[in-house]
């Protein structure tokens, strides 16, 4: 039990006995180190998330060691493998179908730009039908790959602003995808 290490707090005001932050700092530190992970696998990269997700590599110590099979309560959409275009409709209604605050990591080269299946019959990257933000290089990335993404994810988690998924710029990102 002594091994038990506490996330930091976030940047703030001490003294005796009280503790002042702002509240997005706060927000996001929760958001940060609870992130459900819905696995969107179709071919070896999901394999290696199984190993990532093992007692070894441990997922869980970033507080996501509940995968989600229900998009309704998830808020990391993990895409690994190769994704192809009838597959494409079906990923953006599990993206549409997450609530916000959502994000996106694209997990191989597969689901990053297609990977080495540059054929009439495979998606060129996910970022053509959904927002991404972090792409994990490797065919099949790491186990430690897909953890320093997840922590890039933490990072963005952890500093937005709670007005983000209200702003113009966010409202205009998703309408390019045709999404509102
Ligand atoms: S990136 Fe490589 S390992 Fe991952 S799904 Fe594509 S072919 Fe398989």
């Known amino acids: 039990m002594g091994d038990v290490k506490l996330v930091d707090a976030p940047p703030g005001v001490e003294g005796a006995g009280f503790f002042a932050t702002a509240l997005d700092k706060a927000v996001g530190m929760a958001r ?3 992130l459900w992970p819905l696995p969107f696998a179709t071919s070896c990269c999901g394999i290696e998330f199984m190993a990532t997700m093992g007692a070894h590599y441990d997922f869980a110590r970033f507080g996501s060691e509940r995968p989600s099979f229900s998009p309704r309560q998830a808020d990391l959409l993990m895409v690994m ?5 009838k597959m494409g409709p079906v990923l953006r209604q599990v993206y549409i179908q997450m609530a916000e605050p959502r994000w996106v990591m694209a997990v191989g080269a597969c689901a ?27 065919c099949p990335p790491r186990p430690e790959g897909m953890i320093d993404g997840l922590m890039k994810i933490q ?12 702003s113009p710029e966010y409202k205009e990102l998703l309408s390019k995808y045709g999404i509102l």
């Open 112 to 138: 990053s730009s297609g990977g080495i299946f540059d054929s009439y019959s495979v998606l060129q990257g996910i970022d053509e039908i959904i927002p991404v933000d972090v792409y994990v290089p490797g």
């Open 32 to 34: 940060a180190n609870s």
């Open 81 to 85: 493998g190769t994704i192809a275009k």
């Open 155 to 166: 990072d963005l988690v952890r500093n937005e602003s709670l007005r983000r998924r209200n």
